[in-house]
């Protein structure tokens, strides 16, 4: 199993930043990729960002050019640069891992840090 902790959370007014963390406990699994996923009241689950295991990164197009993912490998951490929040950004947000162990993929998933914007 791996646990992900994730924190930063809170509440900011619109155009302002915040930064999540999300640190991952060792395990014998290998990370494919880390992320954040947030889910809004009344709304499915979305991709916020993801980052590979090589550094490759994904953006939902609502977020580009405002948030920025990136990871510290030595500490196991992945981290979400949130800038010029808008009230639309409101949710919960989830870290996510993708893994491999022998050949099966795996997914793991935090507890969730609230983000509320205030206009």
């Known amino acids: 199993q791996v646990q992900l902790v994730e924190s930063g959370g809170g509440l900011v007014e619109a155009g302002g930043s915040l930064r999540l963390s999300c640190a991952a406990s060792?395990?014998?699994?290998?990370?494919?990729?880390m992320g954040w996923y947030r889910q809004a009241p009344g709304k499915q689950r979305e991709l916020v960002a993801s980052i590979t295991s090589g550094g490759s990164t994904n953006y939902a197009d609502s977020v580009k050019g405002r948030f920025t993912i990136s990871r510290d490998n030595a500490k196991n951490t992945v981290y979400l640069q949130m800038n010029s929040l808008k009230p639309e950004d409101t949710a919960v947000y989830y870290c996510?891992?993708?893994?491999?162990?022998?050949?099966?993929?795996?997914?793991?998933w935090g507890q969730g840090t609230q983000v509320t914007v205030s206009s």
């Open positions: 996510n891992e993708e893994c491999l162990l022998l050949g099966l993929r795996y997914e793991f």
């Open positions: 060792r395990s014998i699994f290998n990370i494919v990729s």
